[in-house]
């Protein structure tokens, strides 16, 4: 048991803790982005946005804006790394099997199994306003009000 102890305690000795800085977002790019470090003015041209570089399809990623400031850690080696927090964000993307979503300024887009949303809201507001009821029932679609509400989804989402 104490040999146990002593290896443990000669690996946590020789364990150095992560490189935590802050930085500027100079660069926005698909899959990583350029970090200018604060304190010394050090550029890390490869900043990964998630810790875990590559995990597979079902991800959440989250894209600064230019400019934002950033927490960022830098690995052992002093060549990879990734962000912690930002200030400001570009957008946020994921994905979770055959579904998708991104929110960027724009709205909202969110697709599955090959279908888009808004496209569907679309399709069904436009067959709604296809209905033709009998008027001397005296309810009919107001095709007018349900293109208001079809405008109002066409705001949020892309």
């Known amino acids: 048991m104490k040999s146990i102890l002593k290896v443990i305690e000669n690996a946590v ?21 350029v970090v200018e470090e604060d304190a010394t003015g050090k550029v890390f041209f490869k900043v990964a946005y998630n810790a875990i570089i590559d995990n597979g399809d079902d991800q959440i990623i989250v894209k600064p804006k230019e ?3 950033v927490l960022f850690v830098v690995a052992e080696n002093n060549q990879d790394a990734y962000l912690v927090s930002h200030s400001a964000i570009e957008e946020i993307k994921g994905s979770l099997g055959l579904t998708s979503f991104l929110l960027d300024k724009n709205g909202y887009k969110i697709e599955s199994e090959g279908e888009n949303l808004k496209t569907v809201i679309n399709d069904l507001i436009n067959q709604i306003n296809l209905i033709v009821v009998n008027p001397d029932s005296g309810i009919t679609p107001n095709v007018a009000a349900i293109n208001a509400i079809q405008a109002r989804l066409n705001k949020i989402l892309q």
């Open 67 to 69: 400019n934002a400031q």
């Open 13 to 33: 000795k020789n364990l150095k803790p992560p490189n935590v800085l802050t930085g500027v977002v100079t660069k926005v790019k698909e899959d990583c982005c």
